[in-house]
């Protein structure tokens, strides 16, 4: 198949499951059904990479940190050297006056990209943490 080309195919479910998507398709400002079954394939698609292949993956980790958390932005900036090359990128946001928020890029094989992420995401001091899982 090309990629100009499109195939239809048919998908049969129940009316009330059907409402549930047809509202979820809403909330999401979905332009129609099309649209929204491709993203959830594109996302099956993307899990099952991380799950299965032995390819290099893309992961955005998102933290919430006290920045007065005695050490804390040194710890995490240490865990992020230790975590090079697949560290490729990181933003630091202040939310306020005591929070801070980073998005780090992390690149590599699904093994090490959750390792990454799990030693941030665990430091002391996290507030939350959330890895976002896509693919090159």
Not at 87 to 101: A, G, P, Q, T
Request: glycine share 6%; with cysteine; charged share 35%.
């Amino acid at each position: 198949m090309k990629n100009s080309e499109t195939e239809r195919f048919g998908v049969s479910m129940p009316p009330d499951l059907l409402k549930k998507f047809d509202e979820k398709i809403e909330r999401e400002m979905y332009t129609n059904r099309s649209e929204a079954i491709r993203d959830i394939i594109r996302k099956t698609l993307v899990e099952d990479k991380w799950e299965e292949s032995d390819e290099n993956v893309v992961g955005v980790l998102t933290l919430v940190y006290d920045h007065e958390k005695r050490g804390i932005s040194d710890k995490l900036n240490d865990l992020q050297h230790e975590g090079l090359p697949n560290v490729i990128s990181s933003m630091h946001v202040h939310l306020d006056e005591h929070n801070c928020l980073e998005t780090i890029v992390i690149e590599g094989k699904s093994k090490e990209v959750r390792e990454i992420s799990d030693k941030l995401i665990s430091t002391k001091g996290v507030k939350h943490g959330n890895l976002t899982k896509t693919s090159i």
